[in-house]
């Protein structure tokens, strides 16, 4: 059926919390996980049979009996990947197939239909390549792996928890897997590499104000995702891309990244990613994609990742960055990456030669400084904790393991080093490094500290499990998941930005816009929700309710 004839909301008059009101940690932010998959008793798997069997199988679990309503289908229409923040739309024939996100479940090795015929089914069975979930995010097949992009949230302690919901996601799908007769059991890892040359990405999105140059963003933002890594890389054993020397180092991506700024994510990866693609209303916001963190299963470390991004984002919108410009950006990536010792320096271009924690303090330093005395209390403890995080490095990076995934993974090698004698060439310490990013609750190393107590804990695990299932209630995400999770026979696609129901009676499809990150939250639609009969009276009340008040959607 043809989408014309669209009902659209408005989606003037919100603000981002905190733009223009101060430093704060709080904006429209999220991740993005690829999961690393492998079949044990299926060494030659395809990956991408793998992964749609984790999209298929927790689509299992959610709606038995539904068929095909157990997924809605991702709606392409607003994407534009080859849009540049410098200015251009680079040409379709010049882009890399992996950068063409807008081309519908088009995976690179199977298609739809030979996945259904490997799963032992006719060519129409139902083949689930993309999932829009009850709580907003999205689990899908990106190439050669299952990844979840997690709802918006504006703050990041809500990153941290619907970021875990993702791996919540993975381990019900996994035991899913496991538990069906005639599939082998298939295990996902989130970590960055396979050590054989191939890395995959942890990604996160945060909105700024379109009215800030996206020179002055990329500029302080390169020394700063040069260093961060001392605060949040997910450690890995093997230096270079190939795995050519043996030893340790703090960031499974580094290695992986070859320029400073560009479009491309999974070839020439830079730095600073430039896509242009705002998934919301494109006249007031740019969504800052960014490639270079790691996957991280410490909350610490995916809490000061988010917080301290979005301080210096904030800093950035109020002119108050340090830019302490790198000689070698990319180089310096790789010389902070491959030192634990925490003591190798990098070259600035006024001279100076600095740490990786140097050029953490500064920033920091110039948060602390900016701090107002209102300062809300997540904004204060993101500031409080990475001064502290700092100070501890600088002491001894492995008093940092309660907070750090790379010095708890250290610590944990260090000591099968001291026990058996191994240097870093010997094959098991790699498979140590694998075994701390197993999400199996049985085999993984991370699981086995955070049971011991050995690792710090930000959120409940009841609480994790909960937002696998429910959307923030702040964001837009709450109006996606309500409307996949109440009308699931009617959202026939969903995206970031819109929802497109299929109304009985109607001839036309019927396009909801949610251009608006900071509407359709629970404050504005949770009463319709309730109040309505069915998908038709949800509409109608959406768009025609006299009394509801000014701002709402629809009004």
Known sequence: MPTGGRRTT????????????????????????????????????????????????YAATLREGLGNLAG????????????????????????????????PDAPDELTAEQIALERGGSPEAAVLMNLVLDNGARLYVDHAHPEYSSPEVTNPLDAVLWDRAGDHVAGVAMERIGATPGFSPVILYKNNTDNKSVSYGSHENYLVPRSVPFSRIAEAL???FVSRQVICGAGRVGIGAHHQEAGF?????????????????????????????????????????????????????????????????????????PVPVLEDPVAALQVISHDPTLRATVRLKDGRELTGLDLQELYCEAAAAALP????????????????????????????????????????????????????????????????ADLRPDRSIYQRLARRGEVDLL?????????????????????????????????????????????????????????????????????LFDAAVDA????????????????????
């Open 72 to 103: 809605t289908r991702w709606d392409y229409t607003d994407e534009s990947p080859l849009s540049d923040a410098r200015g251009f739309v680079q040409n379709r024939s010049e882009a890399h197939p992996s950068q063409l996100t807008d081309e």
């Open 373 to 436: 005395d209102d300062a809300d209390a997540q904004t204060r403890d993101v500031v409080d904790r990475w001064q502290r995080l700092l100070l501890t490095l600088r002491r001894d990076p492995l008093e940092a393991a309660r907070q750090v995934d790379w010095v708890a993974k250290l610590k944990v090698l260090e000591a099968y080093r001291a026990r058996d004698g191994l240097g870093w060439a010997d094959p098991r310490l790699a498979l140590v490094d694998l075994q701390y």
């Open 222 to 224: 390169l020394p700063f």
């Open 10 to 57: 408005p989606a003037e008059g919100v603000s981002l919390p905190a733009v223009g009101e101060g430093i704060s940690v709080h904006r429209v932010m999220g991740t993005e996980t690829e999961y690393g998959v492998m079949a044990p008793a299926l060494p030659a798997a395809n990956p991408v049979l793998l992964s749609s069997q984790v999209v298929n199988a």
């Open 459 to 527: 959120v409940d695990a009841d609480d994790v499990a909960r937002a696998a299932v429910e959307p923030p209630r702040d964001t837009r995400a709450y109006f996606r998941g309500r409307c996949i999770s109440q009308y699931p026979a009617q959202v026939v696609g969903a995206s970031w930005d819109s929802l497109i129901f299929d109304l009985p009676g109607e001839r036309r499809l019927q396009r909801v816009q949610t251009r608006e990150p900071l509407r359709g939250t629970a404050a504005l639609t949770e009463e």
């Open 536 to 555: 038709e009276d949800f509409l109608t009340r959406l768009f025609s309710g006299p009394s509801r008040p000014r701002g709402t959607i629809g009004a």
């Open 249 to 321: 180092q703090l960031s499974q991506r580094a290695d992986f990244f070859e320029n400073e700024v560009g479009l491309e994510t999974t070839v020439r990866r830079p730095i600073i990613n430039t896509r242009d693609e705002p998934h919301a209303v494109a006249e007031k916001y740019r969504r800052l994609h960014v490639i270079i963190g790691d996957a991280n299963l410490n909350e610490v470390s995916t809490y000061l990742k988010m917080g301290t991004t979005s301080l210096v984002l904030s800093l950035i919108e109020h002119g108050l960055a």
